[in-house]
């Protein structure tokens, strides 16, 4: 069974650009959590979609949006970036609302804004 | 609000124990998860506690005290490949699932 699978693996944009970052489940997962991985700190949850709704979001601005399609698969959008965006950004997923369910991590995205 | 609170660093001999606390404030607490992440990897889920306890997964061990605000992960028979960081997570009521700062654990020879 394939894992959780996020594209591109590196992501390098200069500030002001926008940048997407995509993510495909486990097959059968419903539901997708985008977080944010500063470099050497913890995670920070950005954002939850179950079944193409947006559940929850953490405390970032709303230049971080994303959308979840039919298939599930997930997109996170970050627009007009700043330096401090540079991140790695970490997509889970797991079978609907119950977060006592594991989470299974893809590899990251590591996106780099100069 | 909510936060969490663990050593940012462990360091331990091969063979040995080690404990890593966590303590966390949040409102409608849940339960309290333990995953690892080894450099340049993805976290990787270890356990789950709702109750109060210990849960006990092969050299791997978690422990959590609802009263206290308290948990730990537990290690027996450290081996080189256990060197990674390990993050505790609490479930909260408003559905997020909120990572600690994560404890970096060197395993020496």
């Known amino acids: 069974e394939a894992g959780v699978t996020q594209s591109p693996t590196h992501l390098i944009k200069t500030r002001g650009q926008q940048a997407t970052l995509r993510c495909s489940p486990i097959?059968?997962?419903?539901?997708v959590y985008w977080y944010q991985q500063a470099l050497g700190l913890g995670l920070q949850f950005l954002l939850w979609y179950d079944e193409g709704e947006e559940r929850n979001r953490g405390n970032f601005p709303p230049r971080f949006s994303g959308r979840q399609f039919p298939n599930y698969s997930s997109e996170l959008n970050v627009n007009a970036l700043e330096l401090e965006d540079s991140a790695l950004y970490l997509c889970a997923s797991n079978n609907g609302l119950d977060l006592a369910d594991t989470q299974y991590f893809g590899p990251g995205t590591r996106l780099t804004v100069l | 609000g909510q936060s969490l609170e663990q050593p940012s660093e462990v360091t331990a001999v091969e063979g040995a124990i080690v404990q890593i606390n966590c303590t966390y404030q949040t409102s409608g607490f849940y339960g309290l998860s333990w995953y690892q992440q080894h450099d340049g990897g993805a976290p990787t889920f270890l356990s789950y506690n709702a109750l109060d306890g210990l849960e006990e997964t092969g050299r791997f061990s978690s422990f959590l005290s609802r009263s206290d605000s308290y948990g730990y992960l537990l290690l027996q028979e450290l081996q080189m490949k256990d060197s990674a960081s390990y993050f505790c997570a609490v479930e909260s009521s408003s559905y997020k699932l909120i990572f600690g700062s994560g404890t970096r654990l060197l395993v020496r020879p």
């Open positions: 097959s059968g997962h419903t539901s």
